[in-house]
Every structure is written in C-alpha cells, then in structure tokens.
C-alpha cells in the first residue's frame, strides 16, 4: 500500500520494455494463452503478456507475502 521507490519503477518499466520485446521477438505463442479472448484491438499484446508476467512476478514476491 506505498507507492514504488523510483529504482523500483524504473526497474519495472526495464522489466515490461525487455518481456515486451522478448515475447515479441520471439512470437512466443503461449504468451497469448493467459490473455482474455477476445483480446481487445488496441492492446498489444506482447505488452499484454508481459504485464500478466510482471503481476504474477510481483504477486508471488516478498513483500506482497501476508503473514497472520
């Protein structure tokens, strides 16, 4: 529930440029299969599947790790 420290922003934007790029560049067709069908016409989806790459990476670190 805090905003990101500007390391960590600027990190995440290298992190969705270069998965962007990745998936891309790759044509990786199973980058696709996390995305919702039918997939809007102005979203690209390699930044799609990059951003679904980035939550799942945020959602399982540390410090989103609740503990009761």
Do not use: W
């Not at 067709?29 to 990476?57: E, I, Q, Y």
Request: proline share 7%; hydrophobic share 45%.
């Amino acid at each position: 529930a805090r905003p990101p420290a500007d390391d960590e922003l600027a990190a995440s934007q290298q992190f969705l440029a270069a998965q962007s790029a990745a998936i891309e560049q790759a044509g990786d067709a199973t980058a696709g299969d996390t995305l919702p069908k039918p997939m809007p016409v102005d979203v690209d989806s390699a930044r799609a599947a990059a951003v679904v790459d980035f939550c799942h990476a945020l959602l399982n670190s540390n410090e989103l790790l609740y503990l009761d």
